[in-house]
């Protein structure tokens, strides 16, 4: 490798990006992970991807579900996004939430949610590519987005329009 892995981390810090938290059900349960890797992919057929680490120990049972929710994070949900992105913690404990009528968890404030069915997953290094089909999609509260950007949460100036 011609770079050290945190020159990689620190240059492609400086790509803003928004946060989501991925959330699904498996016997009942609630399941949720962060993920900053999220992007849309196609219109037609409507594709959505977000990229789990291998190490998740929330990922395989999302996987094993075959179907998530794409909760897009406010920037009044950065205490939610810490929470969810804690392994092995009790991610939904103090959140409000609600399983909707498709059956999948969705947040309660976030700016948006995207339903999908598992559609592939591609091996990419140390994290998976888990590309969703569209099912659903509704907007939720219209806040302000929650960015992440050299390492730290961020928000938009909030201009006035002219």
């Not at 949720?32 to 992007?39: E, H, I, K, N, V």
Request: proline share 7%; hydrophobic share 40%.
């Amino acid at each position: 490798m011609p770079y050290e892995p945190a020159i990689f981390r620190s240059v492609l810090g400086h790509f803003a990006s928004g946060i989501v938290i991925v959330t699904s059900g498996l016997v009942g349960e609630p399941l949720g992970l962060t993920a900053q890797s999220f992007t849309s992919v196609s219109l037609d057929p409507p594709l959505v991807l977000f990229c789990p680490a291998k190490s998740s120990t929330t990922w395989p049972n999302v996987q094993r579900a075959g179907n998530f929710c794409v909760n897009v994070l406010g920037e009044h949900q950065k205490a939610t996004c810490q929470q969810f992105a804690v392994s092995g913690a009790s991610k939904f404990d103090g959140v409000e939430w609600a399983w909707n009528g498709n059956g999948l968890p969705v947040i309660a404030g976030c700016i948006a949610y995207i339903e999908c069915s598992l559609h592939q997953v591609h091996d990419a290094g140390d994290h998976e590519i888990a590309m969703g089909l569209v099912t659903d999609l509704r907007l939720g509260d219209p806040k302000h987005p929650l960015l992440f950007f050299q390492g730290a949460y961020r928000q938009l100036l909030h201009l006035e329009p002219k």
